[in-house]
């Protein structure tokens, strides 16, 4: 159902991220970041689903992230079950968080997606730390999220401060990065604004502010201090559509930089 008409192709953008004395083999380290990839009913499907795959295992990424969104419409978590497995099956580890529309449909498809998510072996956190091991270090993901009713932001808050370094912030709205202490993540990573979706000339600010809530469309933004990367995601919503705002892999890379 997801129109291939007015849609441009994916987009794979290269980030190198800068980190201050960055332990050695973190340098180059690769996280792929997926986004908003609203499965949902009747076969509504990421714009370039298999594509997406292919290039994510000819990057060959350390990690997969994917910052939240799964669902439109609240789909069962069988209908597309099969396409996480497909995921799951670069054999590549990957980590998390759910996003505004995977909680609108209430508790129950919520339950279903974190089961099947766990069930394939993908790491979903809610407001606390994973640390992913790169030879003799480790890089700290912290899952933030203000939607689940169930999970306090501010116990996440915490638990970032409290996180070993190197540490990346996952939020789904980018504007949660207002919340960040200064200086409190070596990167946040954010979906959630499709880019616009149907990013009409000179409309686009305008567009993200009235359909998703958010002062920021895509890309880089240094918010409190914090670097954050705005991912446009793969999926769509109310138009099974994109204009002007390509589907988006991105593939971020750390990179050390000595203070001495």
Known sequence: ?????????????????????????????TIAHLSDLHFGRGGWFPI???????????????????????????????????????????GIPRVSILGNHDYYGGPEPACDLIRTLRDTGETALFNEPHEV???????????????NPESRFERGIDRLLAAPR??????????????????????VLA?????????LPGLRPWIVRHFCGSGYVEGCYVVNGNRMYVNRGLGCVGLPLRFRAAPEL??????????K
Request: hydrophobic share 40%; proline share 8%; no cysteine.
């Open 48 to 90: 370039h689903f298999r594509r997406t795959l292919d290039t994510v295992q000819t990057l060959d990424p350390d990690v997969i992230v994917n910052t939240g969104d799964f669902m439109y419409k609240w789909p069962p978590a069988s209908t597309f079950r099969s396409d996480v497995e497909a995921i799951a099956a670069l």
């Open 133 to 147: 091991r790169h030879g003799s270090a480790a890089l700290t993901f912290v899952g933030l999220d203000d939607d």
């Open 250 to 259: 991105a593939a971020v890379r750390l990179r050390r930089v000595d203070h």
């Open 166 to 187: 190197p540490r990346i912030a996952l939020i789904h709205e980018p504007d949660l990065a207002e919340r960040l202490p200064p200086d409190s993540a070596d990167l």
């Open 1 to 29: 159902m997801t129109a291939r008409f007015l849609t441009p192709q994916l987009a794979v953008t290269n980030l190198d991220v800068p980190i201050d004395n960055l332990p050695s083999d973190l340098d180059g380290m």
């Open 191 to 199: 979906g959630h604004t499709h880019g616009g979706q149907i990013a």
